[in-house]
């Protein structure tokens, strides 16, 4: 089955000045998170490897991770029910080899870590401390310092990758990849087009890093909503990356939405404070912008049913526009009075950074991009449809998380992930070729950024409408129409463009798949159906988007 492509060309390059300089390596690891650490690291000493992230080393989604580390390392779990969970929250659509492989190496990745440094908040017995979260039929998570965990993952895998030698380009953007042939014709990746950036944005030179590999772990695309939880660098840079390069993704319609994060308007960039379930646990109820209840009747648990569904009772109440407000509700936490500030002291001092005083004020919410379980066709040895392109962590699909990710299972993957495809670069790189000439390129304009991140949150968001995705497709359609070679090269105007591409391939997947299964729900569809357990593959060629299923 295929759908109608884009009708307009989007950009097939980022327009970017002349490269200057060239260096030439054995691997080059785009993205800093955990998976593209772990990847580094077990590449040393081995192989020289340059990691390249476009901000500071610790920008991306990692840092930021609150949940923990699923594995099986209690002796009343198994590895089965490990399996079960995972592919009873993945809808149908997970690859079960990829599954059991993750579930069978997590808990040495943990052991791993642990051994590099991690500490992981003990047990009674002296062992990680297991808890459980949803979806979870045992308790097999490990964390630090409470919801820290991603914050300790990445500090240790900073550090011993640092120790080990990796070399670090920061604030370097990866514009595009290198492509070559080898000796039989076959087209390949052969390195990546890197800008240098200056403090403000502004390009200070361009680039060309040759390379035998090249592993793509920069990450998921929360930024494409005006709502997310994710840090200002998730743009979705190695999923445009790919796209141009004609990589094969998959996916791109399964994200998954937080139900309540703190609403800071569509001009916000970086990631939104996470209002914590536990709030509604202490008695906060969601209110509208008439000041209804949006819970009551919705669900027998009102304010405290589960994520998804509160995620879509709040959506289609801003679809109404109560009180003429569409873009957001209220958690009315007042009835907890001067006992939130002690049970909730961070996000207490979040809401007061704007101006909100939750004891008095109800707390403007709204459901946020959160994880993104599509991504680059690959398996867990990071393997592409383009040779010499790695892809591991939020970035890559694997079919482990199919169609809605079984939480705590994603730091996992990134570790796992990272590390196979890490071993095995360094037992065996592909041959070195030339890349060939790279021509055109076009940007659009950064201010583009906010019209799409708003034309996404309404239309591509929680519940999705036949009419809304033909609404974003139009303006996806024009926005790509204005794209050119004469919009300044920056930092915005880089990840607008990106954000565009990527943008396309999600409207595109949602509008074919009709049918509800896991994250994706579509209102006119509101059943999964049999004939829909398979995958919706996007390719890029000359700037023309394809779907197949």
């Not at 004020?361 to 379980?373: N, Q, S």
Request: glycine residues 12%; negative net charge; contains cysteine.
């Amino acid at each position: 089955m295929h759908s109608a492509p884009f009708g307009v060309g989007l950009p097939t390059q980022l327009a970017a000045p002349a490269a200057t300089w060239e260096r030439d390596i054995d691997v080059v690891v785009l993205g800093s998170g955990a998976a593209g650490l772990a990847a580094a690291l077990a590449m040393r000493p081995v192989r020289e490897v340059v990691l390249v992230t476009k901000g500071e080393l610790a920008a991306g989604s990692t840092q930021w991770a609150q949940g923990g580390l699923a594995a099986v390392l209690d002796p009343k779990d198994s590895l089965e029910a490990h399996v079960a969970d995972t592919l009873a929250a993945g809808a149908g659509l997970c690859d079960e080899a990829n599954v059991r492989t993750l579930v069978a190496e997590a808990p040495t990745a943990i052991r791993y870590l642990m051994k590099l440094g991690a500490a992981f908040d003990p047990g009674a017995d002296g062992a990680p401390a297991l808890t459980r979260e949803g979806g979870h039929s045992h308790r097999r998570i490990v964390h630090a310092g409470g919801d820290q965990s991603g914050a300790e993952v990445q500090r240790t895998l900073d550090q011993s990758a640092m120790n080990a030698g990796v070399q670090v380009m920061e604030h370097t953007f990866a514009l595009d990849l290198l492509i070559g042939f080898d000796r039989n014709g076959v087209r390949r990746a052969v390195g990546v087009r890197v800008a240098r950036l200056n403090p403000d944005g502004s390009v200070l030179d361009v680039g060309h890093i040759t390379a035998r590999a090249v592993v793509v772990a920069t990450g998921g695309l929360g930024q494409v909503f005006a709502s997310t939880s994710n840090p200002p660098a998730v743009t979705g840079d190695g999923l445009a990356l790919a796209l141009r390069a004609g990589v094969e993704l998959a996916d791109m319609e399964f994200i998954q939405f937080h139900p309540t994060v703190l609403w800071q308007g569509a001009d916000a960039k970086g990631q939104l404070a996470l209002i914590s379930e536990a709030v509604r646990g202490e008695g906060a109820v969601l209110i509208d912008g008439a000041g209804k209840r949006v819970m009551e009747g919705a669900h027998p648990l009102e304010d405290l049913a589960p994520r998804d569904v509160v995620a879509a009772a709040i959506s289609r109440r801003m679809a109404e526009a109560p009180g003429g407000v569409d873009d957001h509700v209220f958690l009315d936490a007042t009835a907890i009075g001067g006992e939130f500030e002690t049970r909730f002291p961070s996000i207490t001092a979040a809401c007061r950074h704007f101006g909100i005083e939750p004891s008095r004020d109800p707390i403007p919410v709204a459901p946020a991009a959160h994880y993104f379980c599509g991504g680059i066709t690959a398996g867990l040895n990071g393997m592409t449809s383009l040779p010499g392109l790695f892809a591991v962590g939020e970035v890559a699909c694997t079919g482990v998380h199919g169609a809605n990710r079984l939480a705590s299972n994603s730091l996992t993957e990134g570790v796992v992930a990272g590390t196979r495809v890490g071993r095995e670069l360094s037992w065996l790189l592909p041959e070195k070729c030339p890349p060939v000439d790279i021509d055109g390129g076009a940007l659009i304009e950064s201010h583009d950024r906010r019209v799409l991140r708003e034309t996404m949150s309404r239309n591509v968001g929680v519940l999705r409408r036949p009419e809304g995705l033909a609404v974003a497709r139009e303006i996806i359609v024009d926005l790509a129409a204005g794209a050119n070679v004469d919009v300044e090269p920056s930092l915005e105007a880089f990840e607008a463009t990106n954000l565009l591409t990527v943008a396309a391939a999600v409207v595109g997947s949602a509008e074919l798949r009709t049918e509800s299964r896991g994250c994706h729900r579509r209102v006119d569809h509101p059943e999964p159906r049999d004939e829909w357990q398979r995958h919706i593959v996007v390719r890029c060629e000359d700037g023309v988007m394809g779907f197949e299923s």
